[in-house]
């Protein structure tokens, strides 16, 4: 019973080995011979996610999942897979050119990677600028700019310059919870969360003014 049924082992004079088997050497350092390699990503991350789902250019439909961002395309029933993060994504953003993507993950030190959905490639990385989690990303109307928005306890803002592939400005948000960021041209973005609104002006770096709650 128990641990003395463990320890017994009984089922070991029952066990042999398949015919053929050479039992390798210890602490070999070789990877395996078989590469595994992603087929097909079920699933759709919706929850805790915002605005995580676009058409691209080529007329495929871009979203993230896991550690992963997927590109479909339903006419050949095919994905495509963008796998350069190591944690989670949590985040997505798409400009419009329809084809550059930006994503983000979660950690003490989260990344920000700009790709291309139709090469898979990346175009700029991103890391330092936030905190514990990116929740939130935005492309500028021109598509030059990406804002986010981190899940540290001030949800910090960061801009980032994706021509020049730089970050030009960071911000403290609120203590409130900032759930989503938007652009309403190149210089003016707005953020939104729990009980939180608050419009932003880029210059040399970035002021905010809260939203005036009233009737």
Known sequence: MGEEFLNARPWRGQIKAPSGY???????????????????????????????????????????????????????H???????????????AFASDRRTVA????????????????SMQV???FQGQLQQGVKSLAFSPSGRLL????????????VFNIAQGMCVAVAKGDRSQILDVNFGSDSLLATAGVGHLSFWSLGKGLASKPAAWGA
């Open 147 to 158: 804002a986010a928005v981190d899940s540290s306890e001030d949800s910090r803002v960061a």
């Open 103 to 118: 994503t983000g993950d979660l950690g003490r030190r989260p990344k920000v990677l700009v790709w291309d959905a139709l």
């Open 22 to 76: 050479t039992k390798p050497p210890k602490n070999q350092a070789k990877p395996p011979h078989v590469r595994a390699a992603i087929d097909w990503v079920y699933g759709y991350k919706g929850y805790k996610a915002r605005n995580n789902v676009r058409f691209l250019l080529d007329g495929s439909v871009g979203y993230h999942v896991a550690g992963l961002g997927v590109v479909f395309d339903a006419a050949s």
């Open 78 to 92: 095919t994905q495509r897979h963008f796998d350069k993060h190591s944690e989670e994504v949590t985040a997505i």
């Open 123 to 125: 175009a700029h990385e």
